[in-house]
């Protein structure tokens, strides 16, 4: 089984508006990610939480704020955005992120994505 | 230089030939090399993963790594319609002591009837 869930599918919000997607496995995976996509780009990396502790912040804006409340679960919650901000949010996970003795343990699953749209 | 290169396509097939995309990258050091395909509209699924040199098959897919080159390429036999979609290259860079995947900007295919 390789299936990361994310709610909800789509999100439309106002520049004041605060609110959060969420994300959740149970492949046993230490390490989990948000992704930010725009149109015919590829995914960007944001956030990264290896065993539910922050290991990496692409120097993303404060308005974006990731929580790992557990190992299976993500967040991220959104406050201030702009429309430029508008994209496919896209949270994955996988066995590991540092490194380790198995490469097959870097191999990341997608989620579905929640698309946003900033109004 | 891009660190991962692919040529954005659209690369267009008719059914039944082989597909062949091609990705290189430039850090000699890096070790995975995974292919996610992406429908308009839709998250990207990991269909390949290759971490040794040569080829990897696996169904209609086939991974090549050539590290010499620092070229890896996806063939799809028997292309189907259902095929057509951006094929994105990935690549864990050897300097990383992360499983940080650096993407490439992806190929779309069309797969014609």
């Known amino acids: 089984d390789t299936e990361v869930t994310q709610t909800p599918k789509h999100l439309v919000m106002g520049m004041t508006n605060k609110k959060s997607l969420k994300c959740e496995q149970h492949m046993g995976h230490r390490a989990m990610y948000w992704y930010k996509q725009k149109a015919k780009k590829p995914p960007e990396l944001m956030f990264v939480y290896s065993y539910e502790k922050l290991s990496i912040n692409e120097s993303v804006p404060s308005r974006f704020s990731p929580e790992c409340p557990n190992s299976s679960l993500l967040n991220l919650h959104l406050h201030a955005l702009q429309p430029e901000d508008s994209a496919l949010y896209l949270c994955a996970s996988s066995q590991e992120f540092r490194t380790g003795p198995f490469l097959s343990s870097y191999e990341q699953y997608f989620g579905p994505g929640t698309r946003l749209t900033v109004t | 230089q891009k660190e991962v290169e692919q040529n954005s396509g659209p690369l267009s097939v008719p059914e039944g030939a082989i597909a062949s995309l091609n990705c290189t990258y430039s850090?000699?050091?890096?070790?995975?090399f995974f292919w996610y395909r992406q429908y308009s509209g839709k998250s990207p699924e990991l269909i390949m993963s290759i971490y040794s040199n040569g080829d990897k098959e696996d169904g209609r897919f086939t991974a090549q790594l050539n590290k010499a080159s620092q070229y890896v390429s996806l063939l799809i036999r028997d292309s189907q319609p259902s095929d057509s979609a951006t094929y994105l290259c990935?690549?864990?860079?050897?300097?990383?002591?992360?499983?940080?995947?650096?993407f490439g900007q992806g190929t779309t295919l069309q797969v014609k009837p």
């Open positions: 990935a690549v864990i860079q050897g300097s990383s002591n992360t499983g940080k995947l650096i």
């Open positions: 850090d000699r050091g890096s070790q995975s």
